[in-house]
């Protein structure tokens, strides 16, 4: 779920207003990235401490050496390019998968003007196709959504929520059972397509391009869940987000032979802009981590 703050910098003026967004906590980069900068820090100062105490004056000419060669080719890893590049491609995937869900309201502005009649038969009409819309959401969203295959885990949670009723399970359990490795969503939106042609047939429709409306929002319903579910069959490729890891990882392992303090250089103790790439560098791969499934349970 993403974590709003559009009210909190609606105006700006004075010193700016993203300065009062760095003291969040839910949803903010510290929350994702102090368990690695705790750690980088003390390895850090493991290898200070063996390097200032610890080794004989032999041994702290061949920790010099490795840290100069380290310092040497460390910045031959591309981090920049690799990493913009795939933030990049992570953050247009996560709003176009935004763009792609599916919402019944333009369907639902079409039956509750289309099919005509204040009986109760036209309103369970209306109401049921509606009923099946949101049975179609829900049903993509299982398949792709960790919270959401939490709170319905199984199709009995979904005749208890209202969205089926138990003729309608009996049924989709048994094209599951015949055609398990298939998604389902799709019945749910033919039953809803039966019905405006029942309602059509029974006059409550005016005409046949009104039918044709509804029938066409119901399949635009159906392809945005269907290209939901590419989206979640066909990920960023592999490679490209072990190469993105493995960079900023080796980087970091390097840098902390790289940046050390040594006899001959000033000894500022604690690397401050060291900690800081970790820090930016390192929160930049955690939001690759968080966009590249927006369905998860993070809470931005």
Same mark, same amino acid.
């Given at each position: ?63 010099? +050496? ?67 819309? +949101? ?28 969205? $089926? ?63 939901? $579910? +590419? ?14 890891? $493995? ?54």
């Amino acid at each position: 779920m993403t974590v709003t703050y559009t009210s909190e910098v609606a105006t700006c003026g004075g010193f700016g207003v993203f300065w009062k967004l760095l003291f969040r906590w839910r949803g903010s980069i510290y929350r994702l990235v102090w368990p690695h900068l705790l750690l980088y820090m003390f390895l850090y100062f493991s290898l200070s401490m063996l390097y200032r105490f610890v080794l004989e004056e032999e041994k702290k000419v061949v920790f010099e +050496n490795i840290c100069l060669h380290c310092r040497t080719f460390a910045n031959l890893i591309p981090i920049t390019f690799v990493l913009g590049f795939y933030v990049s491609i992570v953050v247009s995937r996560w709003w176009s998968q935004f763009e792609t869900i599916p919402w019944p309201d333009s369907v639902c502005m079409y039956i509750s003007t289309s099919i005509l009649g204040d009986d109760d038969r036209a309103r369970l009409m209306r109401r049921t196709i509606a009923r099946y819309l +949101n049975l179609a959401l829900v049903q993509t969203l299982r398949m792709i959504s960790v919270p959401v295959k939490k709170r319905l885990p199984t199709l009995q949670h979904l005749v208890d929520a209202g969205l $089926l009723q138990d003729n309608e399970m009996d049924i989709i359990e048994k094209i599951d059972d015949k055609y398990l490795q298939y998604p389902n969503f799709w019945i749910s939106l033919v039953w809803a397509g039966g019905i405006v042609t029942r309602a059509k047939l029974e006059g409550r429709i005016p005409d046949e391009i009104t039918a044709k409306l509804i029938i066409d929002e119901i399949n635009k319903f159906s392809m945005k869940c269907s290209a939901l $579910l +590419n989206y979640d069959w066909v990920s960023v490729p592999l490679v490209y987000t072990q190469v993105v890891t $493995l960079a900023i990882y080796t980087f970091f392992l390097s840098s902390l032979m790289a940046r050390q303090f040594l006899r001959s250089e000033i000894d500022m103790v604690i690397p401050v802009f060291s900690f800081l790439q970790f820090f930016f560098y390192m929160g930049w791969l955690k939001v690759a981590e968080a966009l590249i499934n927006p369905f998860g349970e993070d809470e931005d």
